[in-house]
């Protein structure tokens, strides 16, 4: 501020207008104990106070922030790893029945010629599993599940008992005012509920 009214004032003096015109609106002096610009000296444009003209111009903007990648549906949940819906299905063997059915799981082939013969074939744990269209579902009984499986539209109620929908909490495609919570009687699977 100072250095611009000190180069009004030598303007001023140049063009011989009344200094006292220049004069700070509120009343107070100038300061004329600072030094003066020799305007008879040369500028030298290099030794110019390029601080000031540094950051004209220039904004200052945060790096754009990465969009989180889709969700990579991680395959059929089978216990402790994951099968992949297109070679394994997975398969829920019951190692204890009281108080409530206990499974043990592993992935099996698809090409073998018996399925899961004696526990809970798993095809799916969520409609990522199915081909579009298709909906993970199971039969509710009595403190178990029937097959999991990919059906044709939205998992209904049917005779055998009520049909359950099966999700994945991290990308749920539960219906409206429904949630993916922890799946009854079945550790470590989620239905819509």
């Known amino acids: 501020m100072k250095r611009l009214a000190l180069l009004a004032f030598a303007c001023a003096a140049c063009s011989g207008a009344d ?13 004329s104990t600072e030094p003066t610009p020799d305007s008879s000296a040369p500028v030298d444009a290099s030794q110019s106070d390029a601080s000031a003209d540094a950051d004209a111009g220039f904004v200052d903007v945060a790096p754009p922030i990465d969009a989180a990648p889709p969700y990579q549906d991680p395959g059929i949940a089978c216990g402790n790893t994951h099968c992949d819906q297109d070679a394994d299905l997975c398969c829920g063997t019951i190692t204890s029945y009281y108080p409530e059915d206990t499974y043990s799981f592993a992935c099996e082939a698809l090409s073998d010629l018996v399925q899961c013969a004696a526990g809970l074939p798993i095809d799916c744990d969520d409609d990522r599993d199915c081909p579009s269209g298709e909906s993970c579902c199971a039969t509710l009984g009595y403190q178990d599940y029937s097959k999991v499986q990919c059906q044709q539209g939205p998992c209904t109620n049917t005779i055998y008992g009520q ?6 909490p991290n990308d749920s495609d539960c219906a409206q005012n429904t ?5 009854p009687y079945l550790t470590g699977y989620f239905t819509c509920q």
């Not at 049909?163 to 994945?168: I, L, Q, Y």
Request: proline share 8%.
């Open 19 to 31: 200094v006292d015109l220049l004069a700070p609106a509120d009343g107070s002096a100038i300061d």
């Open 163 to 168: 049909e359950v929908h099966f999700c994945d």
């Open 179 to 183: 949630t993916c919570k922890p799946a």
